[in-house]
């Protein structure tokens, strides 16, 4: 294995045999940025007024909610003293880029609540004026006692609805290029230190996004055997494709400036991208993974392809979307680190499986925001307008 | 038009959200630790220096054996492992005083270990520190020492203090 | 037009405190995350010895002097307890030879170091051992991430832990160029090494710099004109690690060939 510095053997600091940051740093970005991408859907519609993505606006929103609610899970288990997590809002240290990051997590967490209660309200009004008991007072609840619901007040909620969508998307853009920032601004960190990293982030954020809502679309459609909107699909896959090309030229040009501009960077980076990175940097994440999707997304969208097939092969792109992305948190977070900074060696990486900050937990956490969502729709309507009532109104 | 007005639902929850952000100051302003120094350019807890301050030591420094080993000391002066920290080769005085008074012998390592550790050639030394070597390479400093390859103690011939002698 | 200042002139310091107040002036109007505490101290190329506190600690590691017996990577361990997978202070071995170099630092240099092999032995340029530690910046990257203020620099120049508030989070870790920070496998909070505050507290050296048997480690105030440390700062012929981080070190070594990393 070739190695920086002129080293002839792997040395690594005493203090870097471990890699600190772990599954749990690299599950943390990816749901944070499921949270953003699947917002992204819902602001698409509310704001830019893309009509095909009108009928999929609320799921997009519910399904940003759940991610949203776990987005700060992996944080909170890869703390060492977890229970001291409060301090970062009573004492930010603002010469940190953690720490705003817990009051624009939250705040961006209420944004969504908000937008999502007043899209429910008139269902609430109506359920707590149908049910009695204890679930009739939760409705109650969630009306906030207010148990009318007139076309003056909708026409209110609509407004606020749209500003809020309209405040939420530089906000997600934010909150999302924020954890790319909490990278890209660690100067010790060869692999991390780019200006691009946020853009990245943000950008692979969205493609991831709107790739898992677009499976959990089908997946639901197909489970409730309902006809899929092939109108929107198209449209859907149209989005996916040119955010993707955006981000992964965004990751070619990174690499690409690293590569010629042959300074300490590349010294680092070179011996990583040949040795202990290459089959799951150049192999699967620029390589496989972009490659496919890229031609799959493309033949769905240019040919006039239509019906099953067009589903099966959106499908599998949204998959590989998924995944590479996946790949690209990995390699980022892992990867950064398994440079020493003795700039002699790299550090070997160890999968845990079944320890606090392994494998396994990091499937539960990646699970919880689908069971919520499982949850909620078993409450809510998610695809039917939740204006239009059974009696109608 | 009767009925509650357009807005209404919009105040009872911005009343929702206000009570909910006073409560969180009150709460936020409760849970910052008394001592702390608002002032982003030294943005910590002033009680975090007491804290670490108040450590116990483990170490004492050469100064911390002449309380009972005076006239020992005095000897000491004038031999050729004076400078060296008396703990380094003894252990710490923390393993062998507790609140002035001797609990635990002072344990000396006697190995060869212990002198070799410093005084083996090696190439990463400095030139002109006291080296002994089985073979080759004799100079100022590095000296031939044939009795360096068998398992005899140093300190059968030297004077751990005052090895030269 | 305003006359080209002359280095002669002799109003220098006024000058130079009329720059320091248009700095900091700016400083304290732009954005605290972007610029943090560190912007205000690299304006001032006196800070070291005209700050306000009482002393300037400052560490000076002489690589001419070092044996590589690791005696202070013992005394730290006994003196703090450090558990055993992680270092506040160890020592590295480097082997220059034509084909590369050759650097290890078993144990963290814990029980010394064995003779290198004959094949080394044969090749090699140049041979020595670098003691390392945490270099207590005044620009200190590990202060700037720290989300809650759980480490933090006093106006003594030590940069410090505070156990009962870090969260553990490791994001100083991440961003020290020197891998001085580890998380604690047993408190689960980050450390490392803080000079041995509190022995300096109670008016005795680290105790690296205590059992230091040929004098590699120096410890003292650059406030005191007489201490070893402000004769070696005064003489300019020092080096710190890594100065391209701008991390701006206050341990100073000598004799720092270029190979150390």
């Known amino acids: 294995m070739e190695l920086p510095g002129d080293a002839l053997v792997n040395f690594i600091f005493p203090n870097n045999a471990k890699v600190w940051w772990s599954v749990m740093i690299v599950l943390y970005p990816y749901l944070t940025g499921l949270m953003a991408g699947a917002f992204v859907v819902s602001a698409l519609s509310h704001v830019f007024k893309i009509k095909e993505f009108k009928p999929i606006a609320n799921f997009a929103l519910i399904a940003a909610f759940c991610f949203g609610l776990f987005a700060a899970t992996p944080l909170l288990v890869h703390l060492g003293q977890p229970q001291r997590a409060y301090e970062i809002y009573v004492t930010p240290h603002l010469t940190s880029a953690m720490s705003i990051f817990g009051y624009f997590y939250s705040g961006y967490l209420v944004l969504l609540m908000i937008e999502i209660w007043l899209i429910y309200r008139p269902y609430f009004t109506r359920m707590a004026n149908q049910t009695k008991g204890f679930m009739g007072f939760i409705w109650y609840l969630l009306t906030l006692g207010q148990l009318e619901y007139n076309p003056a007040s909708a026409k209110v909620d609509q407004k606020i609805i749209a500003v809020l969508a309209g405040i939420g998307i530089p906000w997600a853009s934010v909150l999302h290029g924020y954890v790319g920032f909490v990278f890209g601004s660690v100067k010790a960190v060869a692999w991390w230190a780019t200006a691009l990293q946020p853009f990245i982030f943000l950008s692979s954020a969205i493609v991831s996004g709107m790739a898992v809502l677009f499976l959990m679309y089908t997946f639901i459609r197909w489970r409730q055997r309902q006809a899929y909107d092939f109108a929107m699909v198209r449209k859907y896959m149209a989005f996916l494709w040119g955010i993707f090309i955006l981000d992964y030229a965004l990751e070619v040009i990174e690499l690409a400036f690293v590569v010629y501009e042959r300074g300490y960077h590349w010294s680092l980076i070179e011996p990583l991208l040949k040795g202990p990175l290459f089959d799951s940097y150049a192999i699967m994440q620029m390589g496989i993974l972009s490659v496919t999707p890229l031609l799959i997304l493309g033949y769905v969208v240019l040919s006039n392809i239509s019906g099953r097939m067009m589903i099966h092969m959106a499908n599998f792109g949204s998959l590989i979307l998924l995944l590479q992305v996946l790949f690209m948190r990995f390699n980022v977070v892992v990867g950064g680190q398994l440079i020493s900074k003795s700039e002699r060696g790299f550090v070997d990486f160890e999968w845990e499986i079944l320890a606090k900050e392994g494998i396994l937990t990091a499937i539960v956490l990646f699970v919880a925001p689908f069971v919520t969502y499982y949850i909620i729709s078993r409450f809510i309507p998610i695809f039917d307008d939740p204006a239009a009532g059974k009696e109608g109104s | ?165 | 037009m305003m006359p080209i200042p002359s280095p002669i002139e002799a109003d220098t310091d006024s000058r130079r405190e009329f720059l320091r107040n248009i700095l900091a002036g700016t400083a304290t109007a732009t954005v605290l995350m972007v610029f943090g505490p560190g912007a205000m101290a690299l304006s001032d190329p006196t800070r070291r010895t005209k700050n306000k506190a009482k002393h300037q600690f400052a560490y000076v590691i002489n690589i001419n002097n070092c044996i590589g017996c690791g005696n202070c990577v013992r005394a730290c361990n006994k003196e703090n307890n450090v558990p055993a997978s992680v270092f506040r202070t160890w020592v590295e071995r480097y082997v220059v030879t034509d084909e590369g170099v050759y650097v290890e630092s078993p144990n963290g240099g814990l029980k010394g170091f064995e003779a290198v092999n004959k094949k080394l032995r044969q090749n090699f340029k140049k041979s020595f051992t670098v003691p390392k530690m945490c270099n207590h910046c005044e620009d200190p990257p590990c202060v700037q991430v720290c989300p809650v203020g759980a480490t933090f620099k006093t106006e003594e120049g030590f940069v410090l832990v505070d156990h009962a508030h870090c969260l553990g989070c490791a994001y100083c870790v991440q961003a020290c160029p020197y891998a001085a920070r580890y998380i604690d496998p047993i408190k689960h909070v980050s450390d490392k090494c803080d000079w041995c505050y509190h022995r300096v507290k109670n008016g005795k050296l680290p105790a690296c710099v205590t059992v230091c048997p040929n004098k590699a480690r120096l410890f003292g105030d650059l406030k005191d004109p007489e201490s070893e440390v402000t004769k070696i700062f005064k003489e300019d012929q020092w080096m710190v690690l890594k100065p391209h981080m701008h991390t701006d070190p206050t341990c100073f070594y000598i004799g720092l060939p270029r190979e150390v990393v």
């Open chain 2, 1 to 165: 038009m009767s009925g509650p007005s357009s807005t209404s639902h919009l105040y009872r929850l911005g009343i929702v959200l206000v009570a909910f952000f006073v409560a969180a100051v009150l709460v936020g302003w409760w849970a910052v630790p008394s001592s702390w120094n608002f002032d982003v350019d030294h943005w910590y807890r002033k009680d975090a220096l007491i804290d670490n301050a108040q450590k116990p030591m483990v170490y004492g420094g050469n100064e911390s054996c002449k309380d009972c080993h005076e006239p020992a000391m005095k000897k000491l002066a004038k031999f050729k492992h004076r400078a060296l920290s008396c703990e380094s080769c003894h252990g710490p005085v923390a393993d062998h005083v507790r609140g002035n008074k001797k609990f635990a012998a002072a344990k000396v390592d006697k190995s060869r270990w212990q002198c070799e550790n410093c005084h083996q050639e090696q190439i990463n030394r400095p030139k002109d520190f006291p080296q002994f070597s089985k073979t080759g390479d004799i100079g100022k400093f590095v000296k031939k020492h044939n009795l360096l390859e068998k398992k005899t103690l140093c300190l059968e011939c030297h004077n751990a203090h005052d090895p030269t002698n």
